[in-house]
């Protein structure tokens, strides 16, 4: 059998390999009996964690609040309503009142109305054409005020009461009536009128066009009334 002979440097190098490989399993083996030392001390507690539950609803309801559009600018545009315009005049008339009278078409009359806010009286003179009587000082684009009344005068007594119940009776039965106060002497008279009007040529027009039987049978009087003038610049 062959003998086998190792150089001085190899003799070396196979020294120092074994004294590594010892080493390292000197290290991993007090490494091993360190870990088991360590575990010894160590309290292990096992704690149950529960699954969370999540309750989902079989139906969502979702409260969508809808914010409606934003409203637009509404503009009220008034038409023109005779009656309605005749039930809202003043009903009573003194003869120290400053007038401003206008004959206008009914456009006009209402915008005339409106834009002065004063108290009014309103007659008509033709279809589309009305005499406004403001109960003040008010001058329009349109035309020169004038400043004078003239009505037709139905019934002339003593008292107030009883001239504002005619005037009242005859209001509610279509026609533009007032009571026109005055002195006279050392007596103060009440007149039931219907219509008020610029001129006495319209006034007088306007008596013709009455229907003086109805008026008579309801202020009880014998015969028709008169034209004429309430107030005058």
Known sequence: MARITLS?????????????????????????????FQLRNVKVEIVEIKPVELKIPEEIEASISVTPPPTPLLVEFEEFDYEKLRDEMADFVSE????????????????????????????????????????????????VAQRSLYGVFVITT?????????????RVAGYPSYVYAFQKLDKKYYSVVVGAFPTLRLAEDYFEKLNWEDIMKRVKVNRPGYAGRLISP
């Open 96 to 143: 120290d009142q400053v007038v401003s009278s206008f004959v206008v078409k009914k456009e006009d009359a209402l915008r005339i109305i409106r834009r002065s806010g004063l108290p009014y009286l309103i007659s008509p003179v033709s279809t589309d054409t009305y005499s406004v009587v403001l109960l003040g000082e008010f001058e329009d684009f349109s035309q």
């Open 158 to 170: 003593l008292s107030e009461s009883i001239s504002k119940e005619l005037a009242y009776d005859l």
């Open 8 to 36: 001085d440097g190899q003799s070396r190098f196979l020294f120092w390999l074994i004294v590594v490989i010892f080493g390292v399993a000197i290290a991993l083996l007090s490494w091993n009996i360190y870990l088991k």
